[in-house]
Nanobody, 122 residues
Framework: QVQLVESGGGSVQTGGSLRLSCLVSGRTFSGYTMGWFRQAPGKAREFVAT????????DYADSVKGRFLISRDNAKNTVSLQMNSLKPEDTAVYYC???????????????WGQGTQVTVSS
């Protein structure tokens, strides 16, 4: 059974930093894409960043490019999201995900974590 467990959410002030981690278990994902989406109240789930499990090639939403850094540790089966220069508009529940395609559409992903809250106050 595939499980994705996120950790590292919390509350920070504008300009602060947080690091999210996701532990993946249940199978190997060689060739898959790992990533992070987020969902604010009343809004659709949106793409944040993804990384190819095998190559480490990243992709970022324009809204986070230059502030967020995604990485993966194949040996530990983890994917992380370092978030710097946080803004109030980054406030959302952040979800870890795995899918066979390198896509920006949440519908293309097969497995999801339970989500972790990130709150940025001004």
């Amino acid at each position: 059974q595939v499980q994705l467990v996120e950790s590292g959410g919390g509350s920070v002030q504008t300009g602060g930093s947080l690091r999210l981690s996701c532990l993946v278990s249940g199978r190997t994902f060689s060739g898959y894409t790992m990533g992070w989406f987020r969902q604010a109240p009343g809004k659709a789930r949106e793409f944040v960043a993804t990384v190819r499990w095998s190559s480490g090639y990243p992709d970022y939403a324009d809204s986070v490019k230059g502030r967020f850094l995604i990485s993966r540790d194949n040996a530990k089966n983890t994917v992380s999201l370092q978030m710097n220069s946080l803004k109030p508009e980054d406030t959302a529940v952040y979800y870890c995900t795995v899918g066979a395609m390198a896509a920006r559409n949440a519908d293309d992903y097969d497995y999801w974590g339970q989500g972790t809250q990130v709150t940025v106050s001004s």
